[in-house]
C-alpha cells in the first residue's frame, strides 16, 4: 500500500522560499499522479499543483501560478513543492495525494486521489 509523508513545512516571512517533499514507500511513486493540496483555517481544500507519472505534464491553481514549481525525483521515490515569493495568504496545512488512474490536466482537476498524506503546516507571516 502506498504511503505518503510531507516533511518541509515551517514558518517563513513573506517573499521568502520554501520546498516541501513528499515521500512515497510501499510503492514506486513514479507510477502515479501526484496532486498538491492546502487547506487555510477556515476555508475549503485549495487546489495547488499536479504532476503526472512521467513527470511531462504539471498543472497550477492560479493563485500559485508562476511562484510555485512541481517536480519528481524518481530515485528519491519523492514529489517536491518549491515555493517561492511566499505570501500570507500562502498560510495552511499542505497535503500531497496520489493515484494512479487520477490525471493530471490541465483541462480537468481532479480532486478524487486514493493515498493522502498527513499534511505539514506552512505558515507565511512577518
Known amino acids: 500500500q502506498l504511503q505518503l509523508v510531507e516533511s518541509g513545512g515551517g514558518s517563513v516571512q513573506p517573499g521568502g522560499s520554501l520546498r516541501l517533499s513528499c515521500a512515497a514507500s510501499g510503492l514506486r511513486l513514479d507510477l502515479y499522479t501526484v496532486g498538491w493540496f492546502r487547506r487555510a483555517p477556515g476555508k475549503e481544500r485549495e487546489r495547488v499543483s499536479c504532476i503526472s507519472s512521467s513527470g511531462g505534464t504539471t498543472n497550477y491553481g492560479d493563485s500559485v501560478k508562476g511562484r510555485f514549481t512541481v517536480s519528481r525525483d524518481y530515485a528519491k521515490n519523492t514529489v517536491y513543492l518549491q515555493m517561492n515569493s511566499l505570501k500570507p495568504e500562502d498560510t495552511g496545512v499542505y497535503y500531497c495525494?496520489?493515484?494512479?488512474?487520477?490525471?493530471?490536466?490541465?483541462?480537468?482537476?481532479?480532486?478524487?486521489?486514493?493515498?493522502w498524506g498527513q499534511g505539514t503546516q506552512v505558515t507565511v507571516s512577518s
Open positions: 495525494a496520489a493515484d494512479q488512474i487520477v490525471p493530471c490536466s490541465p483541462y480537468l482537476w481532479r480532486e478524487d486521489y486514493g493515498s
